[in-house]
């Protein structure tokens, strides 16, 4: 039996879970889905990033301590996991005691790495990331996702040598050990080693931040949050001894954003190379989402709540939406009603509709009776190599132009004709093929929609039409979607 780890950027608690992270963890779960399908042994992590000065503030603002933050900001996201349909067999938190032990260890493992130094520039608490005196010009001192002003840090830490990685992680790029998709993402971050990787602090000082791992033989530091949430892809296997560590790393697929490739494919693979690691086998980094052609901002009114889209129009159409929609490679766009033409044109008439006229068919004209089932046989080759390639997108048309040929086929074939005419072999014939063709699109669908693909299943498998009791997909009234109410209010 084959293994397949894959794991997701753990997302920044500070706040509630936005559209991007609803796809860091639904890509990712479509692939384990599809993995478990394939008869793979699978390990699916999620989990929370929960140190640093950020989380510090936000504590201070609620006057409670970090801990009690995080503790009760956490369950909302596991919550909200479970919501978005995510079957992630684990879920790391960075405050976990064993993750903290073990990043320990890993600095020490490093230590050859690590030297004490003094760092003047520029931090983002909004971003927790150092920023380059460049960075600082072309946006006139102010993040401009944040609005704040950048800290100027004048602070002894300790470095880590990331510059002698530089050659290493291009060598295992170019061979293809470590694949950086898509491909104009690998692009990205060869020219910045190629611009050259230069040290990277590490730590801040505690007098300053005391909300962090301690630096192990040093009181005055702790762990610069950023390098040790990196920590987490292999703290959560159980780093260096334990079972699944040894059996499932390196990483199949880690599923990240764009807006953080750096620290992913260049410091991530220059920290394990130190720890004498394989590199994970890809890098995957999708695009972002914009509400209505512009970026999503609180001021301007426009932020997608993911939540609200599956409680306002169900799980799966959310998952389709996302899955097919916005594209797997380039930032994508959501709209209300972008969302509703898929969900009343290609969910509820051309696959929901589809399922209740073969299953009204059968039922009229065969008593439910469905009789042997043949093979439709399609051709699934750019199917699988769509997902093998986290074209999830591309997956997804593969299987919507399987439903569209059915519908095709029903149009050409009249069930209804046949049956006027008497010929029950041939309706018998054409009605089985039908169904076999909605059963194999469930199979496809279980990564995506797994509960659809389990109703149409229900529906048809056992030989006799269990008719549903509504539509897969019931058609909706736009004019009470979140977006018109919000318009009329």
């Not at 005196?133 to 704040?148: Q, S, W």
């Not at 797997?328 to 290609?346: H, I, L, R, V």
Request: with cysteine.
């Amino acid at each position: 039996m084959k293994t397949f780890y894959v794991c997701t950027a753990i997302p920044y608690v500070n706040d509630k879970a936005h559209i991007g992270h609803a796809m860091d963890f639904l890509y990712a779960d479509i692939l384990a889905r599809y993995h478990r399908q394939q008869g793979d042994e699978v390990i699916f992590s999620i989990g929370t990033d929960e140190h640093g000065a950020k989380i510090a503030e936000k504590a201070e603002d609620a006057g409670v301590s970090p801990q009690e933050f995080v503790d009760k900001i956490v369950p909302l996201w596991q919550d909200f996991a479970k919501k978005a349909g995510i079957s992630n067999d684990k879920f790391i938190r960075t405050t976990d005691e064993a993750h903290e032990q073990r990043a320990v260890m890993i600095w020490k493992n490093l230590s050859e790495y690590i030297y004490r130094g003094s760092y003047t520039g520029w931090y983002c608490v909004g971003c927790e990331e150092y920023k380059t005196e460049t960075h600082v010009k072309e946006t006139e001192g102010e993040c401009p996702d944040h609005k704040r002003k950048y800290d100027k840090l004048e602070e002894d830490n300790y470095f880590f040598k990331l510059s002698a990685f530089g050659e290493k992680i291009e060598a295992a790029i170019k061979s293809g050990e470590f694949k950086v998709i898509p491909k104009f993402r690998e692009k990205e971050i060869m020219n910045i080693i190629n611009d050259g990787l230069e040290d990277i602090s590490i730590s801040r000082p505690t007098e300053k931040i005391t909300w962090g791992i301690g630096v192990p033989g040093d009181k005055t530091q702790v762990m610069y949050v950023w390098f040790e949430a990196l920590m987490n892809y292999i703290t959560v296997l159980g780093y260096p001894e334990h079972a699944d560590f040894t059996k499932f790393w390196p990483a199949d697929v880690q599923v990240i954003g764009k807006d953080i490739l750096r620290f992913h494919a260049a410091i991530w693979p220059a920290m394990l190379m130190g720890l004498g690691l394989s590199l994970p086998k890809v890098m995957y980094a999708h695009g972002h989402v914009s509400s209505d052609g512009q970026k999503m901002s609180k001021t301007l009114g426009n932020v997608i709540d993911p939540q609200e889209v599956i409680e306002a129009q169900g799980l799966d159409a959310f998952r389709y939406f996302l899955a097919r929609h916005i594209s797997s490679y380039d930032d994508g766009d959501f709209t209300w009603d972008k969302f509703n033409s898929a969900y009343n044109n290609e969910l509820a008439n051309e696959l929901g509709n589809g399922v209740s006229r073969v299953a009204a068919m059968v039922t009229k004209y065969q008593e439910g009776v469905i009789g042997d089932i043949p093979e439709p046989g399609h051709d699934t080759a750019r199917y699988h190599e769509a997902l093998s390639e986290c074209r999830f997108d591309k997956a997804l048309e593969e299987v919507w132009g399987q439903v569209r040929g059915l519908n095709t086929y029903i149009e050409e074939e009249k069930p209804w004709a046949v049956a006027k005419e008497g010929d029950a072999e041939h309706l018998r014939e054409v009605l089985a093929y039908m169904v076999g063709a909605l059963l194999e699109i469930a199979e496809l669908l279980v990564p995506f929609l797994p509960d659809t693909a389990a109703k149409i299943s229900a529906v048809f498998a056992k030989g006799v039409v269990n008719m549903p009791e509504e539509s897969l997909f019931p058609r909706i009234d736009t004019r009470k979607t979140p977006e018109h109410s919000a318009k009329n209010e």
